[in-house]
C-alpha cells in the first residue's frame, strides 16, 4: 500500500516501508494494482487514489498482463511516425524531380497540393535533400598558373 511516511511516498506494509521515488511511476501503477486487485479496493477507488479513471485504471492492468511490470512505462507522447511525408509522397516528389529537375520544390509542393496531398515546401525539400535530388552547384576549379620566364 502507498502511504506517505515522513513527507516521502512510502510502499508499506506490517513490518515496514520502502520509500517509492515521486517520479517512478512503473512502482506508482504496480501499487495501483496491486491495491485494486489483492488489497480489495477495487478498481474505481484504487484508480480515483492514484488519479486515474476507471477507464485507465483497466488499460493500466492490461498492459501489466499482457506485457509485465515493462508494459507499464508510459510511451512518449506525440507522432510515431511520419505522417505528413508519406511513402506515397516521397514517391510523388521523386517522380516530378526525374520529371523535370529544374523544378523548384515550391512548384513540386502545389503540384501535390493540387492533387490532394497535403505537404509543406519545406517538407518537400527535405526529400529532396534526403535522396540527394539537389541541383549539382557548379563548382570552380583554381586556374593553373602559366609561368613566363
Known sequence: MIEIHEGIPS???????????????????????FEGQCEGFGPLKAAKKFGYTRQRYYQILYQFMDQ?????????????????RTDEIVRQIIRYRFLDFNMSPEVVAQKLNQN??????????????????????????????????
Open 11 to 33: 510502499l508499506s506494509g506490517p513490518k515496514g516501508f520502502l520509500p517509492v521515488r515521486e517520479d517512478d511511476e512503473i512502482t506508482f501503477k504496480l501499487a495501483m494494482l
Open 68 to 84: 509485465g511490470a515493462a508494459g507499464l512505462k508510459s510511451l512518449k507522447p506525440g507522432p510515431k511516425g511520419n505522417y505528413r
Open 116 to 149: 490532394g496531398y497535403l505537404i509543406a515546401t519545406r517538407s518537400v525539400e527535405r526529400v529532396i535533400s534526403d535522396y540527394g535530388l539537389q541541383k549539382k552547384t557548379a563548382s570552380l576549379s583554381p586556374r593553373k598558373r602559366t609561368s613566363k620566364g
